[in-house]
């Protein structure tokens, strides 16, 4: 069956500390992989996306994201934490082969200290 | 531009009530969606359309009728709600590539709350 887990339901970081976010996915094939946040209340925005290609994927925001194939993970990262990325953030997974929906992991809510 | 736009912001309505939920996108996408979001949990698909058609429902109640009036806009008509269907509804837009996911972009949202 396909899955997206995102294993770590909270983090607490402090601002200036590094973040990785972990996401793992179960699926038939190398899926297309997105990362989205969503600050309390607001939509969800577009972080980054890997397609293909490199696998070391750059974002918006400074995060950064890295497939893994042979470890079904694409976790994100940010080397310094702001305030701002204080939020909750998805991992999402879509095939390649045909039109379908996206499939949400159940998400991260990050919560950054002074 | 990569805005998707959603009135209202907040929305309040009884059990009676008709109201109705909008969406509009210039990105010239040909696929919308419309998703329900609970607190603390992740986005539920609803609707899907491409082309102006409707090509996805999840099973949603009769109560959630959707409208794709042209290919910028999108509504949800909303009509003897429940009170379980208070919820944050998101709705996207895509190209709707053949045979393949691609990006979507999400709006702001709309804050329901049923009374």
């Known amino acids: 069956a396909q899955s997206v887990t995102q294993p770590d339901i909270h983090i607490t970081v402090s601002e200036g500390a590094s973040l990785e976010l972990r996401c793992n996915y179960s699926y038939g094939a190398t899926p297309y992989l997105f990362w989205y946040v969503q600050s309390p209340g607001q939509g969800l925005q577009l972080l980054l996306k890997y397609f293909s290609g490199d696998t070391l994927v750059q974002g918006i925001k400074g995060f950064e994201a890295e497939f893994k194939r042979s470890q079904s993970s694409f976790n994100l990262r940010k080397p310094s934490v702001h305030w701002s990325d204080a939020a909750e953030y998805f991992c999402?997974?879509?095939?390649?082969?045909?039109?379908?929906?996206?499939?949400f992991g159940a998400g991260t809510q990050v919560v950054v200290t002074p | 531009d990569t805005e998707v736009t959603q009135t209202p912001k907040h929305l309040v309505m009884g059990m009676t009530n008709k109201k109705s939920l909008k969406c509009e996108q210039h990105m010239g996408h040909r696929a919308m969606y419309w998703y329900k979001q609970k607190a603390k949990k992740p986005p539920e698909l609803m609707f899907v359309?491409?082309?102006?058609?409707?090509?996805i429902n999840e099973s949603v109640p009769s109560r959630f009728s959707p409208e794709c009036p042209n290919s910028s806009l999108l509504n949800l008509h909303l009509h003897a709600l429940q009170p379980e269907d208070s919820a944050l509804y998101l709705c996207a837009s895509s190209r709707p590539l053949a045979g393949s996911t691609d990006t979507q972009y999400f709006g702001p949202g709309t804050r329901l709350t049923v009374l």
């Open positions: 999402a997974v879509g095939p390649t082969d045909s039109w379908g929906k996206l499939q």
């Open positions: 359309y491409s082309y102006e058609k409707l090509s």
